[in-house]
C-alpha cells in the first residue's frame, strides 16, 4: 500500500517538474524529490557544499549571536538580560563547536553533512522556546514588547535560512519540520505575545516561506545536477571524462576493497590513430573515436563504466569482474569490433588488463598504473592484442 502510493507521488513528482525543468531526465528529476538514489558524484559534492554553507553560517552566528547581548542588557532589565545573555553563550559554544567539528571537511559523510545542518538548526530552535520560555514570565511594554515580538521572528529567519542549502524536497520538509513544531510548541505553551489569531497567521506565512525556501533549495539542486553531469561526461564521446572517471574508479576500488569482490581495469589505447588525424582531417579522427566508444559501450555490461582517460584512450571500470571475466568480455569487444578508419580498415587497440586482488593493487592508481604498463607491452608486443594478468591474447 505504502510503496504503491509512493510510486504514484513519484510519477506525479516526475509529471509536474518535467514541465518546469525541461532540461533534466526523468531520473534527474527522480532526484530532486529524495537523495536515496543520488550518483556519488553528485553525493560529494552536495556534502561539500552543505557543509561549507553550515560553516559559513555557523561563524557568522557564532559572531553575532553574542554581539546581540548589547542590545538584549541595553533593552531589559537584569532579570531579563540574565537569562537571555546565557542562552546566547551556550548557543554561542554550541555554534562554536560546530565550526571546529567540520575543520576537516573533506571526509565528512552525507550523514555527517545532515548532522551539521541539523545541529545549526536545533540551536536557534532551542535558543527560540527557551528565549520565549523565559521572556513569557514578564510583562513587556514599549520597546521591550517590541523585542520580544522581534524573537518571535527567529523561526521565520532559519526556515528562510533553509534557501541556501541544495536540499531535495523530502530533505527540506524534514529539516523543517522541527522548526514548524517549534512553533506549534511555543503557541501551545500560551506565551502572551503569541495569541492564536496570530498564531495561526504566522504558522501560515511560516509554511508559505517553508515552500518558497524548498523551492529555492530544489533550484539549487537541480542547477548543481546540470552542472555535474555536464562535467562528468566528455562532451563528444559521452564517455565519463578523466575527472569523473578517477572519481569513480576511486570508489569502486574502497567498494571492490571492503566487499573482497574482484574489480577489472581495462586500458585501451588505439593503434596509429594519429594517422587517422594527419591523413583525414581531425573531424574525421573525432567521428572514429566517438564510433570506438560507441561500440565498447555497446558491447560490455551496463554496470561497466566507459571513461575517455585521454585523447585515443579510453579506461573501462569493471566492478565484480575478475582477470578472465574481463579477459572474455574484452575479447568480446575485440569481436565486435571498435569501428572502421576512413579507409575502410578495422580500427584496432593495444590493450591492458588489470585486476585488484590477483594483482595485489593497494590503490586505484596502482592498479591504473599496472593497465598503463601492459598496454605499453601490447603496443611493444605488436599492437592489436591484451596484455592482462592471466595471459596474453594476441591476434
Ligand atoms: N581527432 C582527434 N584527435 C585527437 C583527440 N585527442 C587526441 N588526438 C590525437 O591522437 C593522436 C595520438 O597519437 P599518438 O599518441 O602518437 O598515438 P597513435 O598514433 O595512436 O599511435 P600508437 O598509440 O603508438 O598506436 C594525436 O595525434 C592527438 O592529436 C581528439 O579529441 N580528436
Same mark, same amino acid.
Given at each position: 500500500?505504502?510503496?504503491?502510493?509512493?510510486? !504514484?507521488?513519484?510519477?506525479?513528482?516526475?509529471?509536474?517538474?518535467s514541465?518546469?525543468?525541461?532540461?533534466?531526465s526523468?531520473?534527474?528529476?527522480?532526484?530532486?524529490?529524495?537523495?536515496?538514489?543520488?550518483i556519488?558524484?553528485l553525493?560529494?559534492?552536495?556534502?561539500?557544499?552543505?557543509?561549507?554553507r553550515?560553516?559559513?553560517?555557523?561563524i557568522?552566528f557564532?559572531?553575532?549571536?553574542?554581539?546581540?547581548s548589547?542590545?538584549?542588557i541595553?533593552?531589559?532589565?537584569?532579570?531579563?538580560?540574565?537569562?537571555?545573555?546565557?542562552m546566547?553563550?551556550?548557543?554561542?559554544?554550541?555554534?562554536?563547536?560546530?565550526?571546529?567539528?567540520?575543520?576537516?571537511a573533506?571526509?565528512?559523510?552525507?550523514?555527517?553533512?545532515?548532522? $551539521?545542518?541539523?545541529?545549526?538548526l536545533?540551536?536557534p530552535?532551542a535558543?527560540?522556546?527557551f528565549?520565549?520560555?523565559?521572556?513569557? !514570565?514578564?510583562?513587556?511594554?514599549?520597546?521591550q514588547e517590541?523585542?520580544?515580538v522581534?524573537?518571535?521572528?527567529?523561526?521565520?529567519?532559519?526556515?528562510?535560512?533553509?534557501?541556501?542549502?541544495p536540499?531535495?524536497?523530502v530533505?527540506?520538509?524534514?529539516?523543517?519540520?522541527p522548526?514548524l513544531?517549534? !512553533?506549534?510548541?511555543? $503557541?501551545?505553551?500560551?506565551?502572551?505575545?503569541?495569541?492564536?489569531?496570530?498564531?495561526?497567521a504566522?504558522?501560515?506565512?511560516?509554511?508559505?516561506?517553508t515552500?518558497?525556501?524548498?523551492?529555492?533549495?530544489?533550484?539549487?539542486?537541480?542547477?548543481m545536477?546540470?552542472?555535474?553531469?555536464?562535467?562528468?561526461?566528455?562532451?563528444?564521446?559521452?564517455?565519463?571524462?578523466?575527472?569523473?572517471?578517477a572519481?569513480l574508479?576511486?570508489?569502486q576500488?574502497?567498494?571492490?576493497?571492503?566487499?573482497?569482490?574482484?574489480?577489472?581495469l581495462?586500458?585501451?589505447?588505439?593503434?596509429?590513430?594519429?594517422?587517422?588525424?594527419?591523413?583525414?582531417?581531425?573531424?574525421?579522427?573525432?567521428?572514429?573515436?566517438?564510433?570506438?566508444?560507441?561500440?565498447?559501450?555497446?558491447?560490455?555490461?551496463?554496470g561497466?563504466?566507459?571513461?575517455?582517460w585521454?585523447?585515443?584512450?579510453?579506461?573501462?571500470i569493471?566492478p565484480?569482474?575478475?582477470?578472465?571475466?574481463?579477459?572474455?568480455?574484452?575479447?568480446r569487444v575485440?569481436? $565486435?569490433?571498435l569501428?572502421n578508419?576512413?579507409?575502410?580498415?578495422p580500427?584496432?587497440?593495444?590493450?591492458?588488463?588489470?585486476?585488484?586482488?590477483?594483482?595485489?593493487r593497494e590503490?586505484?592508481?596502482?592498479?591504473?598504473?599496472m593497465?598503463?604498463t601492459r598496454?605499453?607491452?601490447?603496443?611493444?608486443?605488436?599492437?592489436?592484442r591484451?596484455?592482462?594478468?592471466l595471459?596474453?591474447?594476441?591476434?
Amino acid at each position: 500500500m505504502l510503496t504503491k502510493l509512493r510510486s !504514484q507521488f513519484s510519477r506525479l513528482w516526475l509529471k509536474t517538474w518535467s514541465l518546469v525543468f525541461t532540461e533534466m531526465s526523468a531520473q534527474e528529476i527522480i532526484w530532486l524529490l529524495r537523495p536515496g538514489s543520488h550518483i556519488s558524484l553528485l553525493s560529494t559534492r552536495r556534502v561539500s557544499m552543505i557543509v561549507s554553507r553550515v560553516r559559513l553560517i555557523a561563524i557568522l552566528f557564532a559572531i553575532l549571536t553574542p554581539l546581540w547581548s548589547l542590545l538584549d542588557i541595553w533593552a531589559f532589565p537584569p532579570e531579563i538580560w540574565h537569562g537571555l545573555v546565557a542562552m546566547r553563550l551556550i548557543a554561542t559554544a554550541g555554534f562554536a563547536a560546530l565550526v571546529l567539528s567540520l575543520r576537516k571537511a573533506d571526509d565528512i559523510s552525507p550523514l555527517g553533512a545532515y548532522r $551539521a545542518l541539523g545541529f545549526l538548526l536545533l540551536i536557534p530552535t532551542a535558543f527560540f522556546l527557551f528565549s520565549y520560555l523565559h521572556m513569557s !514570565q514578564f510583562n513587556l511594554h514599549g520597546l521591550q514588547e517590541a523585542f520580544g515580538v522581534g524573537y518571535a521572528y527567529l523561526p521565520f529567519v532559519m526556515l528562510a535560512g533553509l534557501s541556501v542549502f541544495p536540499l531535495t524536497a523530502v530533505e527540506s520538509m524534514g529539516f523543517a519540520a522541527p522548526m514548524l513544531l517549534a !512553533q506549534v510548541a511555543a $503557541a501551545i505553551l500560551k506565551l502572551p505575545i503569541l495569541d492564536w489569531p496570530t498564531f495561526a497567521a504566522s504558522f501560515w506565512l511560516l509554511m508559505l516561506i517553508t515552500a518558497v525556501s524548498a523551492l529555492a533549495g530544489l533550484s539549487q539542486l537541480a542547477f548543481m545536477i546540470v552542472l555535474v553531469r555536464e562535467a562528468m561526461r566528455d562532451g563528444m564521446t559521452g564517455c565519463f571524462s578523466h575527472t569523473s572517471g578517477a572519481e569513480l574508479l576511486d570508489l569502486q576500488f574502497i567498494i571492490s576493497s571492503r566487499s573482497g569482490n574482484p574489480l577489472s581495469l581495462v586500458f585501451l589505447d588505439l593503434d596509429h590513430f594519429k594517422r587517422v588525424n594527419d591523413e583525414f582531417g581531425h573531424d574525421a579522427g573525432d567521428r572514429v573515436l566517438t564510433n570506438a566508444a560507441e561500440a565498447i559501450r555497446g558491447s560490455v555490461r551496463t554496470g561497466d563504466i566507459l571513461v575517455r582517460w585521454g585523447g585515443e584512450e579510453f579506461v573501462l571500470i569493471m566492478p565484480n569482474t575478475d582477470a578472465r571475466q574481463a579477459t572474455v568480455a574484452i575479447e568480446r569487444v575485440r569481436k $565486435a569490433g571498435l569501428g572502421n578508419r576512413p579507409d575502410g580498415t578495422p580500427v584496432t587497440a593495444s590493450i591492458g588488463i588489470a585486476e585488484r586482488m590477483v594483482d595485489a593493487r593497494e590503490s586505484w592508481r596502482q592498479l591504473m598504473e599496472m593497465a598503463d604498463t601492459r598496454m605499453y607491452e601490447a603496443k611493444k608486443g605488436g599492437r592489436d592484442r591484451i596484455v592482462g594478468p592471466l595471459a596474453t591474447a594476441g591476434q
